[in-house]
């Protein structure tokens, strides 16, 4: 049933950021960012909003231009990669003037769009809702949509502008397994902005927290998949980012914890 | 019950315009009420039906009928260039919304005199009053379905690699036509009604022209029967424009299951 494009070649692509800044007239919002992101790594950046990361990811995006430093995917500035980076963001952005199935669809011009798209919605559970209009899925089934939209240009580089945001407790839980399942499968590198350390510790390979346009914590998650909520190791490593997002003496982030 | 409540929705809305017209007819027979006010409405539908077997009232109804749809399709039409083009592009904007906004502000009746003087009491004079009056509403529509299409599925699209004419087919145009179609249904309305004044001004043909002979002649049947066309036409028209609603925008959770 399967077809080829499923499996795609396992290749994420690296991120780059050297010396990156931005700013809006007066205001700096990122401030000399360096980062290193390896192949296929599932990045969490974390922080207070208003503190830069939305405007870190719309750069890697290619959706902001940079105001000094470079973004570099792979081995080429960024422009060169575009067609390998999707973004999802935190409203769906579905056309409502079209069904699923083309919303999909949109941007592809191969002969096999359409059995593509089929696939793509397959993948994220909503097969059966091809030919209705985006106004009748819920909340959940609209950035499940999203994410089959991007899956389908099999992206290397997969950005997520807190695209749970809005959605209810169980509805994310599920969303994030799903999330985490089409990236085992697909191999790309992950970008994922969130408020939530819960869902950056459930996630990722490692935390990143931006403070005023710097990148102030760098925690890698060792953490074995799938992780558990409730686990000791879960909580204590949750507790204390919670708790220098929050900036609190390291002391809160064991009674956060506990 | 429910079917008998079904079937008293159907009938209720038609039993005041009945008990009208039988007021109307028993005013009429009892002398209450002048013919030269108003004929009694079998009278109305004798004159209807004669006009009908003469030919006379479907030469001067496709002639209305051409005029309305050929000043539309030329006001309409420019409107909805210049609304693209101002809604689209931020130089055109500049350019021509000013000049346009202040032109808006003139009511086209009061063109009148210079449009006779321009154009004389041919058939061009009735086109340019209805292409000038549709023009404004559907070129006002447009410009601002465009430009309120929203910025974030147009950023979507553009990160999706949408650029030029598919960005365009895909999102610009599908967004702003709700708008555009109300500005069609505003239109349609002032059509007909520019078209009866230009009508009744000067013309040799047309439903105006039938009612204005009528009343050199007394005629108040025919008269009326000019009025009734009017009416029937805009009803037309009004259902045209909400058929192009229902077929266009199916995808608008307030069209969603809405019957025909």
């Known amino acids: 049933m399967q077809r080829d494009w499923i499996t795609p070649p396992a290749t994420g692509l690296g991120v780059r950021l050297a010396g990156l800044g931005k700013r809006f007239g007066e205001r700096t919002v990122l401030d000399d960012i360096e980062l290193d992101v390896s192949p296929g790594q599932f990045v969490a950046i974390v922080g207070r909003s208003g503190c830069g990361k939305s405007t870190l990811l719309r750069l890697l995006a290619g959706l902001e231009t940079a105001s000094s430093g470079e973004v570099r995917l792979g081995d080429a500035p960024s422009a060169a990669a575009r067609d390998d980076v999707r973004i999802m963001f935190q409203e769906a952005r579905l056309l409502p003037w079209r069904t699923v199935l083309q919303n999909v669809k949109l941007g592809l011009d191969s002969t096999d769009a359409t059995a593509r798209a089929r696939d793509a919605l397959a993948q994220v559970g909503l097969a059966d809702r091809a030919d209705d209009w985006p106004s009748v899925l819920s909340g959940g089934q609209r950035q499940r949509v999203a994410l089959a939209r991007a899956l389908v240009h099999r992206p290397r580089l997969l950005l997520l502008d807190e695209p749970l945001g809005a959605l209810d407790a169980l509805t994310r839980i599920e969303m994030q397994r ?81 | 019950m429910r079917a008998n409540a079904g079937r008293l929705r159907g009938v209720a809305p038609w039993i005041v315009p009945l008990l009208v017209i039988a007021g109307w007819e028993a005013a009429s027979r009892s002398g209450w009420l002048s013919t030269r006010i108003l004929p009694e409405p079998v009278a109305v539908a004798q004159a209807f039906w004669n006009l009908l077997k003469s030919g006379e009232l479907v030469h001067d109804v496709a002639i209305s009928t051409g005029r309305a749809v050929a000043g539309l399709a030329i006001g309409g039409g420019l409107g909805l260039l210049l609304g693209l083009l101002t809604g689209t592009f931020k130089t055109a904007e500049t350019l021509l919304d000013t000049t346009l906004q202040m032109v808006r502000n003139v009511p086209p009746l009061a063109l009148i005199p210079l449009v006779i003087l ?37 950023e979507m699209a553009r990160s999706y690699g949408l650029e030029g004419w598919p960005l365009y087919r895909e999102v610009i145009l599908p967004g702003a036509l709700p708008s555009i179609l109300v500005g069609l249904r505003f239109s349609l309305g002032l059509m007909w009604v520019l078209l009866i004044v230009a009508e009744t001004i000067s013309a040799q043909s047309g439903i105006g022209y039938m009612t204005m002979n009528a009343r050199e002649f007394l005629q108040t049947d025919v008269v009326l029967v ?35």
Do not use: C, M, Q
């Open chain 2, 226 to 260: 000019g009025v009734l066309l009017y009416a029937l036409l805009g009803k037309l028209a009004d259902l045209v424009a909400r058929g192009l609603e229902r077929r266009f925008l199916r995808w608008n959770p307030a069209y969603l299951g809405v019957s025909a």
């Open chain 1, 178 to 258: 799903l999330i985490e399942s089409v990236w085992r499968e697909f191999r790309f590198t992950a970008v994922l902005v969130t408020h939530d350390v819960a869902e950056a510790v459930a996630l990722a390979d490692r935390v990143l927290l931006v403070e005023d346009g710097r990148i102030t914590l760098d925690e890698p998650v060792a953490l074995a998949r799938p992780r558990a909520h409730g686990s000791p190791a879960f909580a204590e490593l949750e507790g204390r980012v919670l708790a220098r997002v929050l900036n609190e003496p390291p002391g809160e982030a064991d009674r956060l914890a506990a």
């Open chain 2, 118 to 154: 321009w154009f004389g009491i041919d058939e061009s004079a009735k086109l340019f009053l209805v292409a000038i009056g549709v023009f404004f509403p559907i070129y006002l529509n447009t410009t601002h379905g465009i430009k309120s299409v929203d910025a974030g599925l147009i």
